[in-house]
């Protein structure tokens, strides 16, 4: 019993040559060997090709639709497919493999570099000047490689920067398209190749780029620089800056806060004091308030680094520590003493510490 090709494409009689080659593309794909690999996916992909090889052409159509065969059929080998682009069907499936998807033009390569920043640099912002080698577009030939930036049309590919070959499979004879060698994929060739780059239309050039570094950048940051990279055919690449921040002296980072260890005397820690604190945004005024204990810690607000997206400032965060003094005065001595003999509080803690030398001294 003859097959019924428009029953295995599935489509109408009345379908047009467009509606099945959609149905063949769709059909083409999914029992293709190299996706689907289900028992029987094989002939079933030879019996849509064998189908769409009658259909997708006209001639061999009205033979069908007459005598319900096709004079001559010879399958793939035959010419079944002739004049027919596979590249239409598998090309975006593919990628430019077996059946030759169009060549992507590639942008250039990206380049990476190191920028070393004070603690301030980083907290503020800085405009940075980098000095690197890149590969660049020939100024005199604007990347083209044609002296005068003429070009003619290559002979050996006709200008599609591709080239046709017939690969035989189980299935049959399949064209694949590779890049063209002689163009290299342009499609055209110089007629005389520049004198600056040989015709490679690239050159290796110094160049110093200005790369603003924003406010409020942490350590181990990564900037994208944009079209500073290397050459390529379909632009320039990104260029990567990232960012190490040298520690300060005093101050730490703790996200956006900042931390600042401070030593107050007994004196300001017991009676209390105003005191200068330095910030990253000058000297500031701070509090203690009488009996501050050691380690106590004080917040002062907007101290901080600004948030690199939203610029709103962290706080900065002030421990105190209490400086016992290692040296005294028999007039200080006689002051702490009285201290003591009329302070509960140390006479609590006098009273600890004899029970614990009892217990273990």
């Not at 009205?62 to 002739?82: A, K, L, V």
């Amino acid at each position: 019993m003859p097959k019924d090709y428009y029953d295995i494409l599935g489509v109408s009689k009345s379908a047009s040559q467009e509606d099945i080659k959609k149905a063949y593309k769709n059909l083409a794909k999914k029992y293709h060997p190299d996706i689907n690999k289900e028992e029987g996916s094989a002939d079933k992909f030879k019996e849509v090709n064998e189908a769409f090889a009658t259909l997708g052409d006209e001639s061999k159509r009205s033979n069908y639709d007459r005598f319900g065969t096709t004079e001559g059929f010879q399958g793939f080998e035959g010419g079944g497919f002739q004049g027919f682009d596979f590249e239409d069907i598998f090309g975006d499936l593919f990628g430019g493999g077996m059946f030759g998807g169009r060549r992507r033009r590639s942008r250039g390569a990206d380049l990476q570099t190191e920028v070393e920043l004070d603690f301030e640099e980083a907290a503020f912002g800085i405009s940075k000047d980098i000095n690197m080698t890149r590969i660049a577009n020939c100024e005199s030939c604007q990347g083209t490689g044609a002296e005068d930036q003429k070009m003619h049309t290559c002979t050996v590919c006709n200008g599609k920067g591709k080239k046709r070959n017939n690969i035989r499979t189980p299935f049959g004879v399949i064209a694949q398209m590779t890049t063209c060698p002689e163009c290299r994929g342009a499609g055209q060739i110089p007629e005389t190749p520049c004198s600056s780059c040989g015709g490679e239309g690239r050159t290796r050039e110094k160049k110093k780029v200005s790369v603003k570094i924003p406010a409020g950048v942490d350590n181990g940051s990564t900037l994208r620089v944009p079209g500073e990279g290397e050459a390529g055919e379909a632009g320039y690449g990104d260029l990567y800056v990232h960012i190490y921040v040298k520690p300060h002296k005093i101050f730490e980072r703790n996200g956006n806060n900042i931390l600042l260890t401070i030593p107050v005397s007994f004196s300001q820690a017991a009676l209390g004091a105003e005191i200068d604190v330095p910030t990253l945004h000058g000297e500031s005024k701070m509090k203690i308030p009488s009996g501050t204990q050691s380690h106590t810690v004080f917040r002062l607000n907007n101290k901080g680094i600004p948030d690199i997206h939203s610029g709103s400032k962290g706080d900065q965060l002030v421990k105190v520590v209490v400086k016992t003094p290692t040296s005294l005065s028999k007039d200080q001595k006689e002051l702490l003493e009285q201290l003591s003999e009329g302070n509960e509080h140390l006479k609590i803690e006098k009273g600890i510490l004899e029970k614990l030398k009892e217990k273990f001294i």
